[in-house]
């Protein structure tokens, strides 16, 4: 069946820094993936996705390329601030004949420090 | 446009008793999906509801059943709770010819005691 694996955290990072969130995937066909991010206390939002092979999905400066050969979808981030500070979620989707449903990673803790 | 809404945000039952948990979909999204986050989890996919039938299903017993209604609201039931069944219920919606897409909101929290 469909999986999704990252990184163990938590993580913590000064202010500034570069991240990486590491996330592969094992899927029976050709997933779209997806980054979701959790505050705390609330729901999921979903951060960027990417639907097909070498596509790169970006939002509020981060970035994850979709990369089937190496079945990843790493999740970027050139400076983090404090209010980055959140779990984070790799998640696949494949359409299947009874809908399409989401298979989670386990999450990643982000802390910014000032 | 309203996003999505569920409610009670908080609930508390003691084991053996029954659930309800209701979720108002996205202003023009038809599909609903429900996922169970336990702690420190990621969200496990319980099932989808599509024209209001049921229309896939994770691994969950059928103790856990739904309604979609015509306006594409969505009840979650869960009978006979059990002290495993606490964790942060997740409804989210979709839009048909997009379902892969889904947006969330933001959980009910319930408690089995």
């Known amino acids: 069946g469909n999986s999704v694996t990252q990184m163990e955290g938590p993580v913590t990072l000064s202010e500034e820094a570069f991240l990486t969130i590491n996330c592969t995937y094992t899927?029976?066909?050709?997933?779209?993936l997806f980054w979701y991010v959790q505050y705390p206390g609330e729901g999921l939002q979903l951060l960027l996705k990417?639907?097909?092979?070498?596509d790169k999905g970006s939002n509020k400066g981060f970035e994850a390329t979709y990369r089937k050969e190496t079945t990843s979808f790493h999740l970027e981030k050139g400076s983090v601030q404090v209010s980055d500070s959140a779990v984070y979620f790799c998640?696949?989707?494949?359409?299947?004949?009874?809908?399409?449903?989401?298979?989670f990673g386990e999450g990643t803790q982000l802390t910014v420090n000032p | 446009e309203t996003g999505v809404t569920q409610s009670p945000t908080h609930l508390i039952k003691t084991r053996g008793q029954q659930v309800t948990l209701r979720c108002s979909s996205q202003?023009?999204?038809?599909?609903v999906s429900w996922y169970q986050q336990a702690l420190g989890q990621g969200p496990q996919f319980i099932f989808q509801?599509?024209?209001?039938?049921?229309?896939g299903r994770g691994n969950f017993p059928p103790r856990f059943s739904g309604l979609q209604f015509p306006n594409y609201s969505s009840e979650l039931n869960v009978n006979a709770l059990e002290l495993d069944d606490s964790a942060l219920y997740l409804c989210?919606?979709?839009?048909?010819?997009?379902?892969?897409?889904?947006?969330f909101g933001p959980g009910t929290r319930l408690l089995v005691l």
């Open positions: 899927a029976t066909g050709y997933p779209s």
């Open positions: 990417a639907t097909k092979a070498d």
């Open positions: 998640a696949l989707s494949e359409w299947e004949t009874s809908g399409s449903r989401l298979t």
């Open positions: 509801y599509y024209r209001e039938e049921e229309n």
């Open positions: 202003s023009g999204h038809n599909t």
């Open positions: 989210a919606s979709s839009i048909q010819g997009n379902q892969e897409t889904q947006y």
